[in-house]
């Protein structure tokens, strides 16, 4: 018995230590190790392109209520876009406005920091030449710059981690309290300066030193902006009086300074100019224009940082091309014209004969542009063969940018017409009739059918409703009819924004060389081959501004910045431009404009506690929530 | 193999409703109502329904307790329903009256709070009346502080509800200084030229006045409807 118990303990000690191998400690096959990632140059390539990757860049797969990047599988939010939350643009379909929901950017956000602050921890210990590892900091610096700007021009002041937190099983030691927005803001500088200070002047598609100075430039005119304009509205509560919302007036100037300094750096020193700034006509200058946001590669003179879509398909791809183009290139895709560019923003272009005032659109002969009441047969219109002929002294980018009624776009004309007046006097506007007029058929959409036509017709929600159809980015090849299948290039930074934002500054604060900026105004206009210069006012600024950087997700935090979002935005209607076949008389008949309101555009109006988002998760995180 | 099918069905089954139990939080069983009575003359002091002034509740015995907001009714009346007994620190934000103080209060059961204030103006005689297609307002104001009155206006709208941040149109006037109760204004709308007023209906006209205080909300008369 006894030997059979010690033969059992025998046995069991043997499994026990023989079980003892390490065959079980296995490295998982799916992931990757830090030390292998980082011990591989292309590995930190590789880290760094997706922390590019997931920088707050509101390029074309940007939208106000799904974020960044909202590219993957069936995207299907109508396309409503950033701009379309001002006085821009409007939706075939939607009078969506502002709210709580739009703009957020926070989890995402801290999980970026996070990355970056990752691996700012591991630059010291790759095995790497000092300049490389000079520059992967800059670069760091950079991102968390670009993040930390996405952050604070959103939500104001917030909690600053420059370093990866540890879990301890306390959560507690988690939390960190806001900090003030001028701390944010100056932070977003400081990591710009660092940023600026030791890169490279050339980079391929990540941050060059200009890159930096750009995103300098774009701060500091936003902070000084806050710091001039937020006296405008009044907001209260706990944010506001621990200063974690809003800045002083005093700081305004310092902040001017320093956007003055950045883009006069960038415009005195960097290698960069405007693409094709003297064109031979306003013809030219319309298609140098369209043709830089079909692909900014072409001008790499003005584009100092692209963001690449080199790959059509699931996260790579954008989907402006089918949501935005006129439904007559459609090309078998059901839900083209969604953007809907409005009247109020075609009347902002100069016209060639008159610089330096907007060139609201005169439909009449009594001049009254305010009256928005539809089509009055007492009123004396003024008629054209051709319906694109109105446009004919506005500036050329109106046309690079919009699509307008009759004019060409890929080998076809876009008939975009709202009605006609019959000949017994009476329109027929925004309804689907047709007429005989001595022996022709007329259509109050142009044409019969829906394949033949792009503007006001409620088919399918695929017209435009205000007159103008979208082009700016479009490729000018036929419509693939699938999502995520365009991958037009996006130029984040272009030199055009670095020399308004100095006018603007210079305008805004009168520091700064008063000549220089009204001369980077006019070199913008003279690009659209403006011939007259004008002065440098803020209006004038903010109006070439307007145009020049329409539809690049810009226009909506010019509002916020400089605190006028209220202010435009109050009971506020968008409007539309409606040809009409003056069908009265004798042939040949000829074509009048209506200056009307959108079809289902309700007033909007914006509430000033949407000037900062509200910080989710207060009630775990312990920060202190923005005026409600 | 049946039987033991059943029987685990049954015993998930059991576990699932089970479970089903209310958790063991009170709701809100409480309500605050109450009015904003102007302290000279007794009346109800009118308000905004949207982006208007708000009451703001903190609830005592947390930690980075969340400010809940109550809006008023239009006519100067209040009612939350929802609220947990509980005690409240308790003041108005963003109003059309001389701030006051914070008010410490227990809030049990159905609580009454009537906030007297002194509004920034009280719109004085006023009279809103139809001459043809034309709506014009007259008064005077009599404001209760030193500084300026902002803007002064007749808003229109398709209920009773209607003000500066609720209207189908508008007719306003820029003051920009401290008024004389004496001075007469006179606002009108022409209904013919607004094509959200169409004739024949009823709608809603009230006077309104803003004071330049910071975040003021504005003082108005009561609405009154006219047919056009």
Redesign the interface.
């Known amino acids: 018995m006894k030997t059979i118990k010690n033969i059992f303990f025998l046995l069991a000690f043997v499994v026990l230590v023989s079980s003892c191998n390490d065959g079980l400690d296995l490295e998982p096959t799916d992931k990757i190790t830090a030390d292998e990632l980082f011990g591989d140059p292309e590995g930190t390539k590789l880290y760094l392109a997706d922390l590019y990757d997931r920088l707050p860049i509101e390029d074309l797969t940007y939208f106000p209520k799904e974020g960044f990047n909202f590219n993957r599988g069936g995207p299907n939010n109508g396309g409503f876009s950033n701009s379309m939350l001002t006085m821009m643009g409007h939706h075939s379909e939607r009078n969506s406005f502002v709210s709580g929901s739009y703009l957020k950017w926070w989890e995402p956000a801290y999980s970026l920091i996070r990355d970056v602050n990752l691996f700012i921890d591991i630059i010291p210990t790759l095995d790497i030449n000092e300049d490389d590892r000079a520059a992967y900091t800059a670069e760091a610096a950079f991102i968390r710059s670009f993040a930390y700007f996405g952050l604070v021009k959103r939500y104001g002041g917030v909690p600053i981690i420059t370093e990866p937190q540890e879990y301890d099983g306390d959560p507690e030691s988690l939390k960190v309290p806001r900090n003030t927005e001028k701390e944010t803001w100056d932070f977003v500088l400081a990591e710009c300066d660092i940023a600026i200070n030791a890169l490279g002047e050339t980079n391929g598609r990540r941050a060059s030193k200009w890159a930096a100075l750009a995103l300098k430039s774009r701060v500091a005119l936003h902070a000084a902006s806050i710091a001039k304009f937020g006296g405008n509205v009044?907001?209260?509560?706990d944010a506001v009086t621990q200063g974690l919302v809003g800045l002083s007036t005093g700081d305004a100037n310092r902040y001017y300074q320093e956007c003055i300094d950045a883009s006069n750096e960038l415009m005195e020193y960097g290698p960069y100019s405007l693409y094709q700034p003297n064109p031979a006509s306003a013809e030219a200058a319309a298609e140098n224009f369209r043709a830089m946001f079909e692909n900014p590669n072409i001008a790499g003179n003005e584009a100092i940082l692209i963001k690449g879509r080199t790959i059509p398909g699931d996260n790579y791809g954008n989907n402006y091309d089918i949501w935005f183009g006129p439904a007559q290139k459609r090309n078998g895709w059901p839900h083209p014209g969604r953007y809907n560019p409005t009247l109020d923003f075609a009347d902002l272009f100069e016209n060639y004969s008159k610089p330096g005032e907007n060139g609201t659109i005169v439909t009449t002969t009594d001049g009254d542009t305010e009256n928005?009441?539809?089509f009055d047969s007492s009123r004396d219109y003024v008629h054209y063969d051709n319906p694109v002929d109105i446009f004919a002294d506005k500036d050329a980018r109106l046309r690079a940018q919009v699509i307008l009624p009759n004019s060409e776009w890929k080998g076809d004309n876009m008939i975009i017409q709202a009605g006609y007046v019959q000949p017994d006097g009476n329109a027929k506007i925004e309804t689907k009739a047709q007429i005989d007029v001595n022996g022709t058929t007329y259509y109050t959409y142009g044409t019969l059918s829906p394949e033949e036509h792009s503007g006001f017709d409620p088919h399918g929600g695929n017209m435009t409703k205000t007159g103008f159809g979208f082009k700016k980015f479009l490729q000018t090849t036929p419509v693939i009819p699938g999502w995520n299948r365009s991958n037009t290039d996006f130029a984040e930074f272009r030199y055009a924004e670095i020399l308004l934002n100095y006018a603007e500054a210079v305008a805004e604060s009168g520091l700064g060389d008063e000549s220089k900026a009204a001369e980077a105004m006019n070199a913008t206009r003279r690009r659209a081959f403006h011939q007259t210069d004008i002065p440098l006012t803020v209006n004038n600024v903010l109006r070439e501004r307007a145009v020049e950087l329409a539809f690049e997700n810009k226009g909506i935090w010019d509002l916020m910045r400089r605190r006028t979002y209220h202010t435009t935005f109050n009971?506020t209607r968008k409007h539309s431009l409606m040809p009409v076949l003056d069908l009265r008389g004798s042939a040949p008949y000829k074509y009048i404009f209506v200056r009307n309101r959108v079809r289902g555009n309700s007033p909007q109006?914006f509430?000033i506690k949407h000037y900062y988002r509200a910080i989710p998760g207060?009630?775990l995180n312990?920060l202190?929530?923005n005026p409600? | 193999m049946n039987k033991i099918k059943y029987i685990a069905i049954l015993i998930v089954s059991i576990g699932c409703l089970a479970s089903c139990e209310l958790d063991e939080m009170d709701g809100p069983d409480s309500e605050l109502y109450g009015s904003i009575i102007d302290d000279v003359t007794g009346e109800l002091v009118q308000q905004d329904i949207i982006r208007g002034g708000e009451l703001e509740l903190r609830e005592h015995g947390w930690e980075n307790v969340s400010p809940q907001h109550m809006n008023y009714s239009v006519d100067g009346t209040y009612r939350d329903s929802q609220l947990f007994g509980n005690d409240y620190d308790i003041f108005p934000i963003k109003t059309n009256f001389h701030p006051i103080d914070t008010i410490k209060m227990n809030i049990s059961g159905s609580t009454k709070l009537d906030l007297i204030v002194t509004p920034y103006i009280r719109i004085k005689n006023a009279n809103v009346s139809k001459s043809g297609s034309i709506v014009t307002a007259t008064f005077s104001l009599e404001q209760t502080g030193l500084s300026n009155v902002k803007t002064i206006g007749l808003y229109a709208g398709s209920d009773g509800n209607v003000g500066e941040p609720m209207r189908l149109t508008k007719a306003d006037q820029n003051i920009d200084a401290v008024t004389d109760p004496n001075t007469v204004y006179t606002l009108s709308i022409d209904t013919d030229n607004e094509i959200d007023l169409k004739a024949g209906k009823v709608y809603f006209f009230r006077i309104g006045a803003l004071y330049n205080a910071s975040n003021s909300k504005f003082n108005y008369a009561q609405a009154v409807s006219i047919q056009l």
């Open positions: 009044d907001l209260t509560g928005y009441n539809g009971n109006t509430d207060v009630g312990g202190v929530q409600q």
